[in-house]
């Protein structure tokens, strides 16, 4: 059972309310913000004031709050150069898409079109050098990231992707997509390979966060040098698979199940509602 005993879930459906509530306005002050500040400052401040405190403090918000912690292994693996490397990690929560960027700062994220005509959000996005792409638009879109990707990269800038393209289960798995393998031996850039179980403490299909204690594992770089995108992908994926069954609860050899929420504790409607409202709101831009 993805819960933890030793916790009513009443306390839960508290702890885990407030972080849906905050979340947005936290984004909302990030991105009012860094629009209005941001086109003055140079691209390493302006990504901190943008991305940087809005990821840092639901970070520790989800810590305090929600008791999520975390731990990293692997810290002696982060690149001390200045390339730019293709960062591909475990995708089960939308923690990562804000821890990563505390650790990879700044970086290039890939992100559909459509989030450029969000007002502050979308245009704080684009005060960051992203890459926009039309995700209907398959090969066109991965020409985009080719093209665009390589001349971030070529300039030092680090590249976050997600291989599976969505959101994992917990005991799951999705098959890597070519896009970050192709997109690293294309640029001649080595690739960081990120493993984690974040999914069985912040799951984006229920509502409850569990206490506990995230783990994280940064590989040593991939090289890609005179390799196939579809070896390195394999070499990727086989590194990133099996580090994610040792530190989970919940391998995949087991296909865990997520338990249904409980009825009762659901059926607080107006705050229920309310806050789910925010939550979507807020995941709708974390995709």
Do not use: Y
């Given at each position: 059972m993805l819960f933890d005993p030793h916790q009513p879930?009443?306390?839960?459906f508290i702890r885990s309310s407030i972080m849906y509530l905050l979340m947005p306005l936290l984004a909302i002050n990030s991105y009012v913000l860094g629009t209005i500040l941001g086109p003055f400052l140079p691209y390493p401040k302006r990504f901190k004031l943008i991305i940087g405190t809005f990821c840092h403090?639901?970070?520790?918000?989800?810590?305090?709050?929600?008791?999520i912690r975390y731990e990293v292994e692997g810290w002696e693996n982060l690149p001390k150069d200045d390339r730019g490397y293709v960062v591909m990690s475990k995708h089960q929560s939308s923690w990562e898409t804000l821890f990563l960027q505390n650790i990879f700062d700044p970086n290039t994220v890939v992100i559909k079109k459509e989030a450029a005509y969000i007002p502050?959000?979308?245009?704080?996005?684009?005060?960051?050098?992203?890459?926009?792409?039309?995700?209907?638009?398959?090969?066109?879109?991965l020409q985009q990231i080719l093209e665009k990707g390589s001349e971030r990269l070529n300039r030092g800038e680090d590249i976050l992707i997600f291989p599976e393209g969505t959101r994992v289960d917990v005991g799951a798995r999705a098959e890597f997509k070519k896009?970050?393998?192709?997109?690293?031996?294309?640029?001649?850039?080595?690739?960081?390979p990120i493993a984690l179980n974040s999914g069985e403490h912040w799951n984006n299909k229920r509502w409850l966060m569990i206490p506990g204690t995230i783990k994280?594992?940064?590989?040593?770089?991939?090289?890609?040098?005179?390799?196939t995108w579809e070896t390195v992908n394999t070499e990727v994926e086989n590194?990133?698979?099996?580090?994610?069954d040792e530190i989970s609860n919940y391998p995949y050899q087991e296909c865990f199940e997520l338990e249904a929420e409980s009825e009762s504790l659901l059926s607080i409607n107006a705050l229920t509602t309310a806050v789910k409202s925010g939550k979507a709101w807020f995941l709708q831009f974390m995709r």
């Open positions: 879930r009443w306390l839960a403090s639901t970070i520790w918000l989800a810590k305090n709050i929600a008791g502050f959000f979308g245009w704080g996005i684009a005060l960051l050098n992203p890459i926009f792409i039309n995700r209907k638009k398959g090969e066109h879109a896009g970050g393998a192709l997109l690293a031996c294309t640029a001649e850039a080595d690739i960081i994280v594992i940064i590989g040593p770089s991939i090289s890609t040098k005179g390799k590194w990133i698979n099996p580090k994610v």
